[in-house]
C-alpha cells in the first residue's frame, strides 16, 4: 500500500506518494532525478549512498522512506547554493580528491555531517571521521587533504 509522505529536500516541502518501505537511496534515485547518492553495497558499509538526515549522516540504502516523514534531506545535489559549490564540493576539486569519483557524494555528505558539528576538525578527528566511507581507488590522502582545505575556508581563512 502506497503512502504520502512529506519532508523537506534540499530546501523545498517535497511531498511523494510511494511504497512506504522503498528505501530513500531508491526514491531519491528513481522518483526524484537525484542520481548523485551512489548504491554502492546496498547494506549500508560503503558510505556511497550518504545522505544528510537532519544535518546527521545517514546511509540510505537501508533507511525506508517512511522514517524520513517531517524530516530535513540533504543530498549531494543539495550542498550547493545559488550556482556556487559548497567549499567541500569545491575542495574535491581542487584537491583532485576523486578518481572514479563513485564514493565522492558519499564522503563529501558525511565531512558536511562532520563539520556541522565541529568546523575546527583536526587531521586526526577527519580520518576517524570518514574512516567508515570506502574509496577503492586510494584517494584517501586527498581526500582528507580536501575536508582540511573546506574546514579553513568555511571558517573564513585559507
Known amino acids: 500500500m502506497e503512502q504520502k509522505i512529506r519532508f523537506k529536500l534540499n530546501g523545498k516541502t517535497t511531498e511523494i506518494v510511494t511504497d512506504p518501505n522503498q528505501t530513500l537511496l531508491w526514491v531519491l534515485r528513481n522518483q526524484l532525478g537525484l542520481t ?10 560503503c558510505g556511497a549512498c550518504t545522505v544528510l538526515i537532519n544535518k546527521e549522516a545517514t ?7 517512511s ?6 534531506v540533504i543530498t549531494i545535489e543539495g550542498l550547493a547554493r545559488g550556482g556556487k559549490l559548497h567549499p567541500l564540493q569545491q575542495a574535491f576539486i581542487d584537491h583532485d580528491a ?10 563529501i555528505m558525511t565531512a558536511a555531517a562532520l563539520l556541522m558539528k565541529n568546523p575546527s576538525l583536526t587531521r586526526q578527528q577527519i580520518i576517524e571521521g570518514l574512516e567508515d566511507n ?7 590522502t586527498r581526500i582528507i587533504d580536501a575536508v582540511e582545505t573546506a574546514s579553513k575556508e ?4 585559507r
Open 36 to 45: 548523485g547518492t551512489k548504491y554502492g553495497c546496498g547494506t549500508g558499509f
Open 59 to 65: 546511509r540510505s540504502c537501508m533507511l525506508p522512506v
Open 67 to 72: 522514517d524520513i516523514q517531517g524530516t530535513e
Open 98 to 107: 576523486l578518481q572514479c569519483g563513485y564514493c565522492t557524494p558519499g564522503m
Open 134 to 140: 570506502l574509496c577503492r581507488c586510494g584517494a584517501h
Open 154 to 157: 568555511m571558517k573564513g581563512g
